[in-house]
């Protein structure tokens, strides 16, 4: 069965710093995969998605994300954060063009001035 | 334009009381979502609608729970009798198609959720 794992429930970076969350996905054929982000009370969103074209995935608010086969891996950076970043992101997987999402159990973002 | 609306943002209920909880989809969208969020489970679906006709309910727990979709532009999710592990957030999803690939317009579009409490 496809499913993704986030590592990290909680990650804290200082507002300029690097963004890294980290997602693998478990799929015996290259999936489609996702982050979605939410802010505080709000519902979740598209940040980016990975549907079989370029491996680097450029997404809303600077965010960007590397398909990485080898690792199983969908890692979500930024170069700088910036506090209004501070929410929970979750990575997503599907295993073809139209089989439902399914979704990591989230990471929340901390950003600290 | 309006997103997906949800009511009530928050509920607190008894135990063994009836909760229904609602939906109104964003204009257009054919595809209609219910996903329930958790600390120990994460996002996890529930049941999703094409056209008003319900096609997965697999993810729905057990019989206590129900969901219609009357028309393209309501739904609601129903809790009948609730207990204390009915605790969560419930999202309401829609998108305009079933398709994720790049060709396709396919994303979720999320209310901003109703939270339950069942004391």
Known sequence: AQSVTQLGSHVSVSEGALVLLRCNYSSSVPPYLFWY???????????????SAATLVKGINGFEAEFKKSETSFHL???SAHMSDAA?????????????????????????? | DAGVI???????????????????PISGHDYLFWYRQTMM???????????????DDSGMPEDRFSAK????????LKIQPSEPRDSAVYFCASSPEYRWDRQSTGELFFGEGSRLTVL
């Open chain 1, 37 to 51: 982000v939410q802010y505080p009370n709000q519902g979740l969103q598209l940040l980016l998605k990975y549907t």
């Open chain 2, 6 to 24: 949800q009511s009530p943002r928050h509920e607190v209920t008894e135990m063994g009381q009836e909760v229904t909880l609602r939906c109104k």
């Open chain 1, 88 to 113: 929970e992101y979750f990575c997503a997987v599907s295993l073809s063009g139209n089989t439902p999402l399914v979704f990591g159990k989230g990471t929340r973002l901390s950003v600290i001035a």
């Open chain 1, 77 to 79: 950076t930024k170069p």
């Open chain 2, 41 to 55: 489970r994460g996002l996890e679906l529930l049941i999703y609608f094409n056209n008003n006709v319900p096609i």
């Open chain 2, 69 to 76: 979709m009357p028309n393209a532009s309501f739904s609601t």
